[in-house]
Structures are given as C-alpha cells and as structure tokens.
C-alpha cells in the first residue's frame, strides 16, 4: 500500500494535478459525483482528505527521479515478509541504510 501511494502521488505531482489522477487525467474523486455522494458531508471530507489533501505534500516537494526511486528502494526494503530468513532482513536492512545514506547525501548537496 505505502508503495502504490508513493506512486500515485508521485505521478500526479509530476503532471501538476492538486488531486489524484488516472494515467488519462481523469480525477478518480470524480467517480463519486452522483448526488447521492454530494450530499452526504462525511463522504465529501473523506474524499477531499484521501484525494486532494493527500497531494499537497507530493506538489510541495516535487521529488526528482532519483529521490523518488531512492525513496520506494527504502520502502520496498523495509516492508519485510516474514517469510525471509534472518540473513535475507538483514540484507535488506544493509541494503535500506545504503539507499538512506544516498538519499541524504543527495540532498545535502541541495
């Protein structure tokens, strides 16, 4: 999930859209415009809060390419499956530390 998000946000901060996008520019929150959906206010904060508010920090940050990719590197290493041996989260948790180390000299040079 923290994965798809990251995605998601990334690729519509970088078409510059205030709120979350299909691939073809369609507002997903636009699915939820029949009336029955306009009337209802708790519906209408959630999908405000899941899809506009949600991309405010993506449109503040504008990630570079390689700050995105360091960025789900870390992620992906750190959602563990249980099924690893020791050694394997351990490599991961090495190879999560190098991708840190890189993403913030990167932006110590910023």
Avoid: W
Wanted: net charge positive; proline share 3%.
């Amino acid at each position: 999930m923290p994965i798809s998000k990251l995605n998601s946000g990334y690729y519509c901060s970088t078409k510059l859209s205030e709120t979350v996008v299909l691939s073809n520019g369609f507002p997903i929150k636009n699915i939820f415009n029949a009336n029955i959906y306009k009337e209802d206010m708790t519906i209408n904060r959630f999908l405000k809060k899941v899809f506009d508010d949600s991309m405010v920090p993506f449109n503040r940050l504008q990630l570079s390419k390689e700050e995105f990719v360091l960025l789900r590197a870390i992620i992906s290493s750190h959602f563990v499956s249980g099924d690893l041996s020791q050694y394997g989260r351990q490599l991961l948790l090495t190879e999560a530390e190098k991708y840190s180390d890189m993403l913030m000299k990167m932006l110590q040079v910023l």
